[in-house]
């Protein structure tokens, strides 16, 4: 059973940074493909970034190229996403996820970290 585990989540002013860590147990992710996901209040989840484990290739939503980055350390089994200037838009739940490469869809979610950008 894979277990994900997100924190880093808080209150940051327009223009800062957070960065949040999402870590996994249960298994080996070599041939997994994790993503990070958000939901504001009132609307859909929506993709934020994803990266492939085994060799480390991203993904963006047009709404954070530039601003984010995905990565990971396998070492630790954690996935990281730096949020560089913030804005208040980027307010959501960030959810961390996983699945195996072709699965189709995300099978294993974490249980959400809030964050809060303020104007």
């Known amino acids: 059973q894979v277990q994900l585990v997100e924190s880093g989540g808080g209150l940051v002013q327009a223009g800062g940074s957070l960065r949040l860590s999402c870590a996994a147990s249960g298994r080996t992710f070599s041939s997994y493909v994790m993503g990070w996901f958000r939901q504001a209040p009132g609307k859909e989840r929506e993709f934020v970034a994803r990266?492939?484990?085994?060799?480390?290739?991203?993904n963006y939503a047009d709404s954070v190229k530039g601003r984010f980055t995905i990565s990971r350390d396998n070492a630790k089994n954690t996935m990281y996403l730096q949020m560089n200037s913030l804005k208040p838009e980027d307010t959501a739940v960030y959810y961390c996820?996983?699945?195996?490469?072709?699965?189709?869809?995300?099978?294993?979610w974490g249980q959400g970290t809030q964050v809060t950008v303020s104007s």
């Open positions: 996820a996983s699945t195996r490469v072709g699965a189709g869809q995300y099978v294993y």
């Open positions: 990266i492939y484990w085994n060799d480390r290739s991203t």
